[in-house]
């Protein structure tokens, strides 16, 4: 048999590998190690980084912004995650038990689809405190006005909420996706012993579901750490510091004041939260797929 | 995939129920919030700025116009969009739709063509050190984006490709990790008997990746293809930092800036959801001609 040759094998494959290493290169490998170096120095994108060894983290530590800008962004995750995991869930199994319609699930696609910035342009306008139509409700009930983007203690709430409304759909998807991996005759047979819907929901689609569950929490765990285009959007981080998450920070400390070596720091210190998350979604994906395949 | 469809038409929730009536109610309420704040963009984008004040309650305004997208577009004069409730200041949407629909076919096309590539020569082919190679490319899906972002940009700044359209694609044009290995997997699944009917018939490895693993790949090239179209016209942070000057403009860095011009006390609404609704526009014909086919990827690249 004409197998082509291991000589002609050798000699393509590094011709068809060659451009995505050149990328892998030239924007990942080398900015990783380069970004590692200016989290060591006091780079301010003028002149050559200065060598100043670990003083950039060990400001970081002293610096009570960043960590309540880690502390908001925790908050904001916890209040995201667990919005969006149970609206979510919720809307899959609805799904799941009433309808296969891909009109409908594609429209619920719709907010993914559209950019955050958008998305965060439709809310301010829809909660603006003067001429908002949601404050308008608020007012017709004898309510408000709530400054949703400008009081402290509903900035974050509104941030979050947006962000689920804009996701909850999506992931809706992906675990009705994985309630289609559930064997039917399950249900059949729980139907005959005369189980409801809920008993069902708990027995049967939530334990089958715990690995699929599992992946599509860290993957959104590890998107909602990142939150950036909304708050830059609509709040700026404020008011005051109530919706300066830590990308925010980073995007601040670099671009609006040029501590690239500071910020570079603060950003390994992100890396390194992201990279446990990252390091669980690997197994898990690994786990799934053998699971799924 | 087809196992998996099959299975949707079985043992559904059939019988009438009053449980059945209450979890289609709920499924609607999620549909109405889905898809109210839309109704309400466009509503707002064809309502003359000075009724903005007025009632509010019906479900047209009293006189729709489509001034708001005319202005926006750049297609009247100064004055006219002055007088709609416009800043006055200079817009172009139409560049910079062209821009970001630009922007993403380069990088959804390229991108996923050379990630096929190497998805083929890692699955396929045999050379030294590729088990290596291919584990050091995965490894950069641990290396969150911003880490990366921040030397790309000095890098970027150093090629002097700041506001070019070299500049906004460069990081992502070449590879995503994630790309090559799913791809991958669809590749190591094809048969080799199927390669070996096209090695009879004298093709070399081009061939076989061209003229067999391409096209029994269709899917999930289409599903990499469709996310990666998605997730660039959402970019945003990126072409902000790289693409903020006009001529290379997209409509997410677009909008950011119409809102900045925007004054804080009195922004302009109308011009800014009608800037809104044009950015929709075209993802929404994606989904409308494409829908069936997103869906179906997402169900099976498990999020990214």
Redesign the interface.
């Known amino acids: ?4 040759s ?1 000589q ?3 000699r ?3 011709w ?2 060659a ?6 290169a ?7 190690i ?2 590692a170096w ?1 989290s060591l120095t006091d780079y301010t ?1 003028l002149g050559s980084p200065g060598f100043v060894g670990a003083k950039n983290y060990t400001d970081l530590v002293a610096d009570g912004q960043f960590w309540s800008s880690l502390l908001v962004t925790a908050y904001y995750v916890v209040l995201n995650i667990a919005s969006q995991t149970i609206l979510a869930l ?2 899959a199994a ?2 799941h ?4 319609s ?17 998305i965060g ?6 909660l ?1 405190t003067n ?1 908002g ?1 949601v404050n ?1 409700l608020l007012h017709a009930i004898g309510l408000g006005p709530v400054g949703f983007f400008t009081d402290a203690h509903w900035a974050m709430p509104t941030v979050a909420g947006i962000n689920t ?1 804009a996701y909850t ?2 992931t809706a ?2 675990l ?2 994985g309630m ?2 559930i064997p ?2 399950l ?2 047979s729980a139907a005959i012993d005369g189980a ?2 809920v008993r069902m929901f708990a027995r049967i689609t939530v334990p089958l579901l715990r690995p ?1 569950l599992a ?2 929490l860290v ?2 765990l ?1 998107g909602s750490f ?1 939150i ?2 909304t708050v ?2 609509t709040t700026k981080g404020g008011p005051v510091s109530a919706t300066r998450v830590i ?1 925010f920070y ?2 601040q400390q ?2 609006t004041y040029f501590h ?1 070596g500071y ?2 720091a603060a ?2 210190f ?2 390194l939260i ?2 446990v998350f ?2 669980l979604q ?1 197994r898990l ?1 690994r786990a ?1 797929r053998s699971d799924l395949a | 995939m087809k196992g ?1 469809l099959a ?7 059939r019988k009438t129920s009053p ?2 009536a209450v ?2 109610a ?2 609607i309420v ?2 109405v ?3 109210f ?2 109704y ?2 466009v509503r ?1 984008a064809i309502t003359p700025a000075a009724e ?2 007025g009632d ?1 309650s019906s479900l047209l305004p009293a006189h729709p116009t489509l001034i708001n997208f005319t202005r926006v577009l750049g297609l009247t004069t100064e004055a006219e969009a002055r007088a709609a409730g416009g800043s006055g200041a200079h817009l172009d949407f139409a560049r910079y739709l062209m821009n970001s629909v630009i922007y993403c076919g380069l990088i959804a096309f390229v991108q996923t063509f ?2 096929a ?2 998805g ?3 699955a396929r ?4 050190g ?1 088990d290596l ?1 291919f584990t ?2 995965v490894s ?16 970027v ?1 150093q090629l002097g490709w700041i506001n070019t359209m070299a500049g906004m694609v ?6 995503t ?1 994630f790309a ?1 290995f799913f791809l991958r997997q669809f590749f190591l699944s094809i048969p080799r008997e199927v390669e ?1 009917a096209a ?2 018939d ?1 093709a ?3 061939g ?2 061209w003229r067999v693993a391409m096209p029994m790949s269709r899917g999930p090239l289409i599903t990499i293809a469709l996310t990666t179209t ?1 997730w660039a ?2 970019d ?2 990126w072409p902000l ?1 790289v693409g903020r000057g006009e001529e290379h403009r997209l ?2 860095v677009a ?2 800036v119409f ?1 900045q011009q925007s004054p804080n006390t009195q ?1 302009d ?1 109308t011009g ?2 009608a800037a ?1 609704t044009l ?2 526009v075209p ?2 014909l ?2 409308i001609f494409l ?2 086919r ?2 179906q990827s ?3 690249t ?3």
Request: charged share 10%.
């Open positions: 048999m004409a197998r082509v291991k002609d094998d050798r393509v494959a590094w068809f590998v451009p995505v290493l050149v990328g892998f030239v924007f990942y490998a080398y900015p990783a380069r970004g200016y994108m919720g809307l609805l799904m038990r009433l309808t296969r891909v009109v409908l699930r594609a429209t619920l696609l719709v907010p993914w689809l559209v950019p955050n910035v958008t342009l439709l809310w301010m306008w829809l603006d001429l139509l308008h409304w759909g999506y998807l992906l009705y996706a289609l991996q039917q005759h249900y059949e409801g819907e699929v992946l599509v993957v959104s590890i990142q950036f285009d830059a959007v990308y980073i995007y670099a671009f690239m910020a570079a950003a390994v992100l890396a992201l990279g990252t390091f690997l994906l799934s | 998996l299975m949707e038409s079985h043992g559904r929730l449980g059945r979890a289609w709920l499924l999620f549909l919030v889905t898809l704040p839309f309400w963009m707002t903005l004040f509010n050379l990630c590539l190497a083929y020569a890692f082919l045999r050379f030294p590729r190679t050091l490319l950069a899906l641990m290396v969150p984006p911003i880490f990366t972002l921040l030397p790309n940009f000095v890098l700044k460069a990081p992502s044009i070449l590879m990790p090559v070996e090695i009879l004298g070399g490895a081009w076989l990746f998605v016209w959402k945003f942070l930092l409509v997410t909008l950011g809102l922004p609404w800014l959801m809104s950015s929709v993802v929404l994606l989904l829908g069936k997103l869906v997402l169900s099976f498990g999020g990214k």
